[in-house]
């Protein structure tokens, strides 16, 4: 599983006119939270902008980390309180991934359906802190919906990519990079594949923040898929010769076909292999009236569906240098207790 840290507490210390401060603390202090904040909670959480009173019950239920760290004892004199309810600081922790956790746990059903609601940035955090303090039922449902967003199968690709549109370079990086720190491996290699999308230009800055290997596998992987691209597109422009040798590369003895299917060719934006519909040059077109024969008709559809298969079959290993099948057993071990 994902590496966890354990809460850090901090002594209190009285201020000038006796009033209860945190030690360490900025000047500006975290404030009560006004959503979770509750008058009978066990424990205060304390991140750098907001106090949240819960209840340990809830959180250890929920979360064999945060149970583990409940049962170690700690001295009174050591430990910070707000009156007299002891404070956890939140170390390590954004304000936001701690409140996902906390509405995911009080009163809010986060399970999958809930899940289409939530922006990408905020599907993160809760991959990020779920794992983090291994709350296996919060993870397992957050994996779910990211599954059916970067899915594991071609076909289901398709209607997964209408979601895609919205989605913000920094945030799809940002996701690249807790997943693969979380070890949410089946989705990474189509999240790979999303974040190839996205022009350098206007990526660059993530790709610098993504951790070295994960860079490394990002850039050769992203090679790696204009080549494949390019190679698509070069087998519709390939010369033929009427009467070779042989026609085995050959797209038609019609140089009026052959010539139509270069001319769409020259006037469709390039595209990566899987954003290339599987009817390629021939989408929109009127086959009756467009000069193109059934039989290339045939052999284009079916060159490209080929070779979509062959390369989505690669994509996985060219990314994370595992197959298909061995990021699937590695992913259930992973969620195995």
Same mark, same amino acid.
């Given at each position: 599983?994902?590496?966890?840290?354990?809460?850090?507490?901090?002594?209190?210390?009285?201020?000038?006119?006796?009033?209860?401060?945190?030690?360490?603390?900025?000047?500006?202090?975290?404030?009560?939270?006004?959503?979770?904040?509750?008058?009978?909670?066990?424990?205060?959480?304390?991140?750098?902008?907001?106090?949240?009173?819960?209840?340990?019950?809830?959180?250890?239920?929920?979360?064999?980390?945060?149970?583990?760290?409940?049962?170690?004892?700690?001295?009174?004199?050591?430990?910070?309180?707000?009156?007299?309810?002891?404070?956890?600081?939140?170390?390590?922790?954004?304000?936001? #991934?701690?409140?996902?956790?906390? +509405?995911? /746990?009080?009163?809010?059903? @986060?399970?999958?359906? *809930?899940?289409?609601? %939530?922006?990408?940035?905020?599907?993160?955090?809760?991959?990020?802190?779920?794992?983090?303090?291994?709350?296996?039922?919060?993870?397992?449902?957050?994996?779910?919906?990211?599954?059916?967003?970067?899915?594991?199968?071609? #076909?289901?690709?398709?209607?997964? +990519?209408? /979601?895609?549109?919205?989605? @913000?370079?920094?945030? *799809?990086?940002?996701? %690249?990079?807790?997943?693969?720190?979380?070890?949410?491996?089946?989705?990474?290699?189509?999240?790979?594949?999303?974040?190839?999308?996205?022009?350098?230009?206007?990526?660059?800055?993530?790709?610098?923040?993504?951790?070295?290997?994960?860079?490394?596998?990002?850039?050769?992987?992203?090679?790696?898929? @204009?080549?494949?691209?390019?190679?698509?597109?070069?087998?519709?422009?390939?010369?033929?010769?009427?009467?070779?040798?042989?026609?085995?590369?050959?797209?038609?003895?019609?140089?009026?076909?052959?010539?139509?299917?270069?001319?769409?060719?020259?006037?469709?934006?390039?595209?990566?292999?899987?954003?290339?519909?599987?009817?390629?040059?021939?989408?929109?077109?009127?086959?009756?009236?467009?000069?193109?024969?059934?039989?290339?008709?045939?052999?284009?559809?079916?060159?490209?569906?080929?070779?979509?298969?062959?390369?989505?079959?690669?994509?996985?290993?060219?990314?994370?240098?595992?197959?298909?099948?061995?990021?699937?057993?590695?992913?259930?071990?992973?969620?195995?207790?």
């Amino acid at each position: 599983m994902p590496p966890k840290r354990r809460r850090l507490n901090e002594r209190r210390k009285a201020g000038d006119e006796g009033e209860e401060q945190l030690e360490g603390t900025p000047t500006t202090q975290s404030r009560p939270h006004d959503e979770l904040w509750f008058s009978d909670g066990s424990i205060v959480l304390a991140t750098d902008v907001h106090l949240y009173r819960v209840h340990k019950s809830m959180l250890a239920k929920y979360s064999k980390v945060l149970r583990d760290l409940f049962e170690i004892p700690t001295g009174d004199a050591e430990m910070e309180s707000w009156e007299g309810v002891p404070i956890v600081r939140m170390v390590g922790d954004s304000d936001g #991934e701690v409140y996902m956790l906390l +509405k995911a /746990l009080y009163g809010v059903n @986060l399970q999958v359906p *809930a899940l289409h609601v %939530l922006t990408l940035s905020e599907v993160t955090s809760l991959l990020s802190i779920s794992s983090k303090y291994d709350c296996k039922v919060m993870r397992a449902d957050v994996i779910q919906r990211l599954e059916s967003i970067f899915p594991n199968n071609l #076909e289901k690709m398709w209607a997964a +990519k209408l /979601l895609w549109e919205s989605f @913000l370079p920094s945030h *799809a990086f940002e996701l %690249l990079a807790v997943a693969h720190r979380c070890e949410a491996l089946l989705i990474l290699p189509t999240l790979f594949y999303l974040c190839a999308r996205f022009p350098l230009e206007k990526s660059i800055g993530a790709v610098q923040a993504l951790p070295q290997d994960v860079q490394k596998n990002f850039l050769l992987g992203r090679d790696w898929l @204009l080549e494949c691209s390019h190679r698509l597109r070069g087998r519709f422009l390939q010369s033929t010769k009427i009467g070779g040798l042989n026609h085995v590369n050959q797209i038609c003895r019609s140089p009026e076909c052959l010539e139509k299917i270069r001319a769409q060719l020259s006037v469709k934006p390039f595209a990566l292999i899987f954003d290339v519909p599987d009817r390629g040059v021939l989408v929109g077109l009127d086959m009756n009236q467009s000069e193109i024969c059934g039989d290339c008709a045939k052999k284009h559809v079916n060159t490209i569906r080929n070779l979509k298969k062959l390369h989505w079959d690669e994509l996985p290993v060219k990314f994370t240098s595992n197959s298909w099948e061995e990021l699937r057993k590695k992913a259930i071990s992973t969620a195995t207790p």
